[in-house]
């Protein structure tokens, strides 16, 4: 059985780049959240999703294959990993770790590592294992929400562990979402079909080939059929999913 943080990047991350871009309207509320800050630190930052390119950012990406991937406009990423990060303390104004920390071996670690660096605010962008269920995809493969919950650590947890003034917000994820993780095609089920759309979700890795098969052939027939569309038809016109995506923002401790 998979442990959170057993993914691997080096061997399976190739495409990141394509299918796991920068969605404007998410990036507004990531950067809003990082307020005045001018330096900026991004733990588990891929192949830079997210990146203000206003303000100064030190990367930090264990793996190869991911910064590999990072656009020439953005800065190349250190190999280092959260949980030994090689900085001063209170050296970045803020820190933003993006759709990571379930990948971190030691999060408690990772996250008290981040607000050991940071003087402002850290601005963590994660999934809400309780809601996963809210899914339509939930009904056709069960074992893929089970996986997922596995590895996403507890919302409380991540802010008992940052600590300060911390507030957790409930990311509205657009219809034409073009950040490729799974809640993304909520309205658009046939992007399930596409073999690279999956192979950039890491929880794809974390259930057994045979279960996604049957998923893959149970959403095609019902696609074909119209039986999809007669049972979840009316998720292709809502505009807006508010699902498990969540945004934690935690200011600094109290003096």
């Not at 001018?38 to 950012?57: I, Q």
């Not at 190869?64 to 030994?84: F, K, N, S, W, Y």
């Amino acid at each position: 059985m998979n442990r959170a943080g057993d993914f691997d990047y080096d061997t399976h991350g190739h495409g990141y780049a394509v299918q796991r871009r920068t969605d404007p309207r998410i990036a507004a509320m990531v950067h809003a959240a990082l307020g005045t800050a001018k330096t900026v630190l991004n733990v588990g930052a891929g192949a830079g999703s997210y990146e203000p390119v206003d303000r100064h950012v030190t990367a930090v990406e264990p793996s190869e294959t991911m910064r590999a991937q990072r656009p020439p406009h953005l800065v190349p990423a250190l190999a280092a990993i959260a949980e030994a990060l090689p900085f001063d303390d209170q050296s970045f104004d803020a820190s933003m770790a993006m759709v990571t920390v379930h990948q971190w071996s030691d999060r408690e670690r990772g996250l008290q590592e981040l607000r050991r660096v940071t003087r402002g605010p850290i601005v963590v962008l994660t999934f809400d294992g309780d809601a996963l269920d809210r899914f339509w995809l939930a009904d056709y493969v069960p074992e893929l929400i089970v996986a997922d919950r596995g590895r996403l650590p507890p919302i409380a947890g991540i802010t008992a562990t940052l600590g300060g003034e911390t507030a957790v917000q409930t990311v509205s994820i657009p219809r034409d979402c073009i950040d490729g993780f799974t809640e993304a095609y909520y309205a658009r089920p046939e992007r399930f079909l596409d073999e690279s759309v999956r192979r950039s979700q890491s929880v794809w890795g974390f259930v057994e080939r045979e279960v996604e098969v049957r998923f893959v052939r149970a959403l095609k027939d019902d696609l074909s059929s119209g039986a999809w569309d007669e049972r979840y038809g009316k998720w292709r016109r809502m505009a807006h999913f508010d699902g498990s995506l969540r945004l934690i923002v935690s200011d600094r401790r109290p003096a």
